[in-house]
């Protein structure tokens, strides 16, 4: 077992709704792995677990009112979250959510999220439709802008009769990703990747069928743009290349926005000369043939136009073979629904890149815009599976080991 949670102090927020109940054996599973857990109730929380069962398994008293800390004075609300190493809230429930992006301040629970200096995780869970709202999703955005890890929610049967996105992360996966931010590296400020140029694809992109309409997919971007993130915390100098997304640009990063796969080469060639090339965009294989400056008109009684598709140029394959301005490091993501590290290892040779990051995108996996991925990273040397992680852990991680290829090349020289 890690070892990453051992006296780890988490101050766990539950929230009202029906995943509540999921936070009793979140609790237990962190007391095992070495951590202590002190529990916030909000009132609606306090609706679905008790005080007595959440205290009975924290080991510790379970707090709820704000004016209960200043009575007693033995420990104020900004000692709560003091004394924390990390703050948690499942389940997130819309309003909380909406609460945190606004900044307000009228329980206990969001009085110590907005009086924390520390990091928060958030669990979301609510009905599909509420996760679904613009409102929640502008909050979502928000709340990712303003430095908050998300984990979850993930798509299947609520309990409200529906289905779709916002059943609550399951505890073994708030676990791994409360262990993937310890075991982080806290690089507070030292700026290892300084001087190096970095070139990151990211998200989809659009190709024209006429004026209004266009052939897309489903990529969300977030791996890209966590990964832009890691290396500019890292002290890089990193150049997004990005497609149509939803995403924020993150802070200290140079932002291209594109639409088209041609675009995306243009701006990555204009981003050249790179130490490192990272193509994470899920970019169209083919764009439709026809230059149509119109909107194509549905005539009555004619037939459906038929669409010629031609093959766009392969960013990954280009830059790999570039023979002047290669980045001395190139590398490519693999989305695979079978046989994911034997098809990841042809592509490697085939594109000429020098990594491959291969993922497991089948359908039951909901890596496709969801918040977790499970990775194989691929280079000259070998093969090294990671477990299943956050995007932003996954991105750290690889923000580590591009670290770790380029002081090794140092060290050689
Ligand atoms: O061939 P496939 O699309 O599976 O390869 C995936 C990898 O190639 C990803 O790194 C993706 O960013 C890159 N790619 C590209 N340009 C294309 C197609 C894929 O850069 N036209």
Redo the contacts with the bound molecule.
């Keep these: 077992m890690s070892e990453a949670l051992q006296n780890r102090r988490i101050l766990l927020i539950v929230g009202g709704g029906i995943a509540a109940y999921k936070c009793l054996e979140l609790i237990r599973r962190l007391r095992d792995r070495g951590a202590s857990v002190r529990v916030v109730l909000t009132s609606a929380g306090a609706e679905f677990v008790t005080p007595l069962s959440v205290g009975t398994l924290s080991g510790d008293k379970v707090y709820s009112d704000l004016f209960d800390l200043t009575d007693t004075a033995a420990i104020g609300h900004i000692e709560l979250s003091r004394d924390a190493d990390l703050l948690v809230v499942a389940p997130a429930t819309a309003d909380l959510m909406a609460k945190m992006a606004a900044g307000l301040a009228s329980d206990l629970a969001t009085t110590l999220l907005l009086a924390t200096d520390k990091k928060v995780l958030i669990a979301p869970a609510m009905n599909v439709r509420m996760w679904e709202h613009r409102a929640t999703q502008r909050n979502l955005e928000q709340l990712m802008a303003d430095g908050i890890h998300i984990v979850g929610p993930n798509e299947g049967d609520m309990a409200c009769g529906e289905y779709g996105p916002g059943r609550m992360a399951e505890p073994a996966e708030i676990i791994a990703a409360i262990e993937a931010h310890f075991s982080e590296l806290e690089f507070s400020g030292a700026q290892p990747l300084k001087g190096i140029k970095a070139l990151i ?1 990211s998200g989809p992109t659009h190709e024209p069928i006429d004026p209004v309409r266009y052939l897309a997919n489903r990529s969300s971007g977030k791996q890209g743009h966590a990964i832009a993130t890691a290396l500019a915390r890292m002290g890089a100098d990193v150049t997004l290349v990005s497609g149509p997304t939803n995403l924020a640009n993150p802070a200290g990063v140079n932002v291209k926005r594109v639409e088209t ?1 041609r675009e ?2 243009t701006a990555c060639e204009a981003a050249l000369p790179a130490d490192v090339a990272i ?7 083919w764009r439709v043939d026809v230059d149509a400056t119109q909107k194509i008109k549905k005539e009555p009684g004619a037939e459906a136009p038929a669409l010629k598709l031609v093959e ?8 790999s073979r570039l023979t002047k301005n290669r980045p001395s490091l190139v ?6 629904t079978e046989k994911v590290v034997e098809h990841a290892v042809a ?1 490697r040779k ?2 000429g ?1 020098d990594w ?1 990051v291969a993922n497991d995108v089948s359908p039951e996996t909901g890596v496709m815009g969801g918040e977790l991925n499970t990775v194989h990273l691929i280079t000259g040397e070998g093969q090294e599976d990671w477990p299943l992680l956050p995007k932003q852990a996954v991105a750290e991680r690889l923000a580590r080991s591009i670290l770790a290829h380029f002081e090794k090349k140092k060290a050689k020289a």
Excluded at 279 to 285: F, G, I, K, R, S
Excluded at 312 to 319: E, F, G, R, S, V
């Design positions: 694809t796969a995306m080469l193509c994470a965009a899920a970019v169209a294989d766009n140029p392969d960013i990954l394959a280009t830059l590398v490519g993501f693999a989305a695979e592509k085939r594109k890149c491959i």
